[in-house]
């Protein structure tokens, strides 16, 4: 039996699918991470899972049971899940220790543990209104995981977060999931929040899965132009020129621009075009025979109009 199970589940809103047939599974202490564009059935996905929103068709089994939608029960929450959305609410001058504990399950040593994961022990004694918007989400968060779920479903936790905040929330979440040995699922269209935390993803558009792996083979390997650009920049090369630069392909290949680098032998001659600091080193842009190609070096040594080769980073 699998921890989680989707079998086969689709919704339609009027002559439109939010979501085509879907199924897939998830094992136990597993962090799933959902990807895709505005409008490609992740939050609806979730919701169903959830318990939250009534597919048309298709399951969901949760360790064995099946979840039942809004139109089957009263209570909307699942026994067993939680789920925080990005419009969480928590109620204003609530003292934090008191939101937190009017449905605390765990003893007082498990509750210090988890206001310490979820940085938010030294906000008990605030209401809410003297609490940043960041410092809420953590703190409704806690609320969730004081009632002990096994499923923790995360829908645009990142959403309108600045930079700061958004960095310890991933933070907090990413000791959830190992230190409380809690399954996890992610909903969130930007790569740096997935590719580092999640064990598998899904790619979805149009509500159908385009693609599920791991982070790597997601990454490396994207199965379309589409999964390629929802993970960053990339170069579409013929396979005759990915062995020219010292590569191996049969085929077209998706090739990303830290996998070539600029060299004094070997490799392809080429022209450069434009070069752009991305933080983390240089976009380098390279003409090669009817090609530009997006290459990445860590430093700036060069200028538009410069010949140099380029080869396949070892």
């Known amino acids: 039996m699998h921890f989680l199970e989707i079998q086969d589940i689709h919704k339609k809103t009027g002559s439109d699918f939010e979501l085509l047939p879907v199924s897939f599974c998830v094992e136990q202490f597993r962090k799933l991470a959902i990807a895709g564009e505005s409008g490609s059935g992740k939050s609806t996905l ?8 009534q597919p048309d068709g298709g399951q969901v089994l949760f360790e064995g049971v099946r979840v039942k939608g809004p139109e089957e029960k009263l209570m909307m929450a699942t026994p067993g899940m939680a789920y925080l959305s990005q419009h969480f609410e928590l109620k204003e001058n609530y003292w934090v220790e008191d ?9 007082e040593a498990s509750s210090r543990e988890l206001f310490d994961i979820c940085r938010i022990s030294h906000l008990l004694r605030r209401k809410t209104h003297q609490v940043s918007g960041g410092e809420k989400q953590r703190i409704a968060l806690a609320r969730l995981l004081v009632n002990t779920p096994r499923l923790l479903i995360l829908d645009e936790p990142y959403s309108n977060l ?9 933070d907090v979440i990413r000791d959830v999931s190992e ?13 740096l929040d997935i590719l580092p935390w ?35 920049k990339y170069n579409l090369l013929p396979a ?24 004094e032998k070997g490799g392809v001659k080429g022209v450069v075009k434009a070069v752009h600091f991305v933080g983390y080193g240089y976009d380098v842009q390279v003409q090669v025979e009817n090609m530009l190609l997006s290459v ?16 396949w980073r070892a």
Not at 99 to 107: A, E, P, R, V
Not at 296 to 311: E, H, I, Q, S
């Open 179 to 191: 230190q409380l040995k809690i399954t996890c699922m992610l909903v969130s269209h930007d790569p």
């Open 46 to 53: 979730v919701k169903i899972i959830g318990g939250l929103a």
């Open 198 to 232: 999640a064990d598998e993803v899904i790619v979805m558009k149009g509500g159908k899965i385009m693609q599920q792996a791991a982070p790597e083979v997601i990454y490396r390997e994207p199965v379309n132009d589409y999964v390629a650009g929802i993970f960053g």
């Open 99 to 107: 939101i937190l504990n009017y449905s605390n399950q765990l003893t």
């Open 240 to 263: 005759a020129l990915v062995k020219a630069l010292g590569g191996k392909a049969t085929a077209e290949t998706f090739v990303r621009p830290e996998q070539l680098q600029v060299v």
């Open 296 to 311: 990445r070096a860590a430093d700036n040594g060069f200028k538009a109009g410069n010949t140099v080769r380029v080869a």
């Open 162 to 170: 600045d930079l700061i905040t958004k960095n310890i929330l991933k």
